[in-house]
């Protein structure tokens, strides 16, 4: 799960990590913004979009104000419109909230990252004097500007380390002790919130010779949310696909994309397979739907529904191997969802596993127009065929 | 031969009365699979179909010398659960449970690099040795003892190999699932290492999947230490960047992890792809005549 960086931020304050001085809640109106300029009290003061995606700066999501009639212009100009970053993609995404934050005198902009890090199989801090850019462009051109430090759970950040990267990264006097204090805020907050990403672009140290987090970026692992009812609150159902929230509604997990054939798989593995092979028979897959291993009656009718409910499926690909999954199950909530919507597409169906036998009679027995596949290659031949795509193999 | 578990394997269920615990606790034992105690806190000294429950691992270990345990443990519990079999002296240790915070992970993952126990999944199938030991949710039906080893970072695709080599008649040495999670407790080059040890293991499955680098490193193992034939499949070849396909490692970010990658490591070790999930079962069998 993202958050915007308004949240972010309220969250590494929360934790003590140094961020500007802001108005700490988004603005939604223009009054607002002016308002919030006011209350800050400084000079000069730095608006930025709240999206979840980055390249807002050179969009034109970020500006500098001077008074509080500039502060409600520029909030007048982008709430409720439209704007297109290199990451939204070309349809862009409505802004709905804005952040007003003190103005920063920045002398370097340095990069400062936390993952969860595969190979070392622990929490990584990565860090650059790269500051500003993307990480991973910096990481193909420039690799030697930086370093990659994992953290060992049992000890967290230990000073030595917060130190040699803070020397890493060309600080000096106070500014060390500073990020010491810094990356150990950063650490305490992913770990006591679960998060899987927290990216501080930049990082940077102010002309009066302070560290701060100028930028910050979180996610978080969606198998942690359980215990974070707070986190959870700061989901924004905009920034997400209606689809997909459904979907998360259910337990299911289920990715948009942009094809025809609606897939639905047991297993994230088997699910990319389908989604590969749909591909080579010369469709494309319209989801990644995994409908999980305890999967219900309810549940497969609901991830049916949902499929059905983008208007591009022209097919229905439903491919189970019952491990946990039981096929009778999943036949039982496709007919209960194929009572409820008007099934107007072709449907292919394979199955195997446990209780195939009972889970094929279900089907065959329920008087819906079904496509029984043998295994995986016919089902893709078959779906891409009910739909009239056919491609020599 | 075969890897890590066997007809003599002594298997303890954590969380055997839950609704999953029961239903595969069942289906292993009906299997073959030793299945001599089960442990939930507080029903210690009653029994589930005639295996004993215990209160802690420890005494479930004391009582009947498992030395293997299966979790069904919630989530949220799942890395206790784990710990106190590690902590019990269990040697191999096996989580299918789906969901576990990966925080949790790094934490048990530090703390089992200095015991003598390993660790299979979360959020994985398990492992089955045909014939012989079935522990885990995998269908037992569709393996048949024999000679290919199978590992796997996805459940049904591994069901999904298996069942294509069965139907060709070719049947498996020992089968694997590490999970799709980013930490797991045993890798592919861990699973390779051990197959390329088992005598009776003559070729290899190996069922990746988008995110991280975990199949380059294998390819890279491969070419350096098999002499075994091995088959690969990669799945997302269709998958968008930056989306997380279901499993919580199925991520491509900054351009790495993406399946074309994969594929041309893989392809660059010796290791023979099938390019379609379809195929897994019948590239092994040319592989295995050409030979």
């Known amino acids: 799960m993202n958050i915007h960086e308004f949240q972010a931020k309220q969250v590494l304050r929360r934790f003590g990590a140094p961020v500007p001085v802001a108005h700490e809640a988004s603005v939604t109106t223009p009054d607002e913004a002016a308002k919030a300029f006011t209350a800050l009290g400084q000079p000069r003061a730095v608006m930025k979009v709240q999206i979840h995606a980055g390249g807002r700066g050179k969009a034109g999501g970020v500006k500098i104000v001077s008074s509080a009639e500039e502060a409600r212009a520029f909030a007048t100009k982008w709430l409720g419109n439209k704007i297109v970053t290199h990451q939204t993609g070309p349809d862009g995404r409505i802004v709905r909230h804005m952040y007003i934050e003190e103005a920063s005198d920045v002398a370097r902009e340095l990069y400062l990252g936390l993952v969860v890090d595969r190979k070392a199989q622990s929490v990584a801090v990565i860090a650059s004097t790269e500051g500003g850019m993307e990480i991973e462009e910096v990481a193909a051109k420039t690799p030697d500007r930086i370093m990659t430090e994992p953290i060992d759970p049992l000890l967290g950040v230990s000073a030595f380390l917060g130190r040699k990267i803070a020397f890493g990264l060309g600080l000096k006097d106070k500014q060390v002790g500073q990020f010491v204090v810094l990356l150990s805020a950063l650490y305490k907050a992913f770990v006591e919130t679960d998060a899987s990403l927290i990216e501080i672009n930049p990082l940077v140290v102010t002309k009066d010779g302070r560290v701060i987090c100028l930028d910050a970026k979180m996610s978080f692992d969606d198998n942690g949310l359980f215990r974070h009812p707070e986190i959870r609150e700061l989901r924004d159902p905009n920034e997400e696909d209606p689809a997909e929230t459904e979907a998360a509604k259910f337990d299911l997990s289920y990715v948009h994309l942009d094809g025809n054939i609606g897939c639905m798989v047991n297993g994230a593995g088997l699910a990319m397979a389908t989604m590969d092979i749909v591909k080579q028979y010369g469709a494309e897959p319209a989801n990644f739907l995994d409908v999980g291993g305890g999967a219900s009656t309810e549940k497969v009718a609901a991830a049916f529904r949902i499929i059905l409910s983008d208007q591009r499926v022209k097919g229905v690909l439903i491919n189970i191997f019952g491990g946990i999954m039981r096929c009778d199950v999943l ?3 496709v007919v209960e969802a194929a009572k409820q919507v008007n099934l107007s597409v072709p449907l292919v169906v394979r199955m195997e596993g446990t209780n195939v036998v009972e889970g094929k009679k279900i089907l065959a027995e329920s008087g819906i127009k079904v496509i029984g596949a043998a295994d995986l290659a016919d089902a893709a031949r078959k779906v891409t065929e009910a739909i009239g795509v056919r491609k020599a193999q | 031969m075969s890897i890590l578990v066997d007809k003599n394997t002594r298997v303890v269920t954590q969380g055997i009365t839950g609704a999953t615990g029961q239903i595969h606790t069942r289906a292993c034992k009906e299997y073959g699979t030793q299945m001599v105690a089960g442990v939930v806190p507080g029903k210690g000294g009653t029994t589930f179909e005639g295996i004993p429950i215990f209160d802690t691992v420890e005494q479930a270990r004391k009582a009947t010398g498992c030395n293997a345990s299966v979790s069904y443990v919630p989530p949220a519990f799942a890395a206790d659960g784990i710990l106190e ?8 240790v096996i989580c299918i449970t789906e969901g576990v915070p990966v925080i949790d992970m790094v934490k ?21 040795t045909p014939g012989e030991c079935k522990i885990g949710i995998m269908p037992g039906y569709i393996h048949k003892p024999g000679e290919v080893g199978v590992v796997s970072r996805s459940g049904t695709l591994t069901y999904e190999a298996v069942y294509q080599l069965t139907q060709l008649g070719i049947g498996q040495s020992s089968c694997i699932g590490i999970g799709g999670d980013p930490i797991v407790g045993t890798s592919h ?3 390779l290492r051990l197959f390329n040890e088992d005598p009776k293991t003559k070729a290899i499955v190996m069922i990746g999947e988008i995110g991280g680098t975990a199949e380059e490193e294998a390819a890279e193992y491969v070419k350096q230490n098999v002499k075994k034939p091995v088959v690969a499949f990669i ?7 930056g989306r997380r396909m279901g499993h919580a490692g199925a991520i491509i970010s900054g351009g790495r992890g993406t399946a074309a990658d994969k594929i041309a490591a893989l392809k660059a070790a010796g290791i023979t792809v099938a390019m379609s999930p379809a195929e897994m079962g019948i590239t092994m069998k040319n592989l295995l005549e050409k030979r």
């Open chain 2, 108 to 128: 048990v993952r530090r703390y089992i690099r200095d015991s003598k126990s390993r660790l299979i999944g979360p959020n994985c199938p398990g492992i089955i």
């Open chain 2, 189 to 191: 080059i861990d699973s």
């Open chain 1, 331 to 333: 036949a039982q909530g």
């Open chain 2, 85 to 92: 079999a590690v902590a019990a002296g269990v040697e191999l």
């Open chain 2, 235 to 241: 799945a997302g070849q269709t998958a968008p960047k």
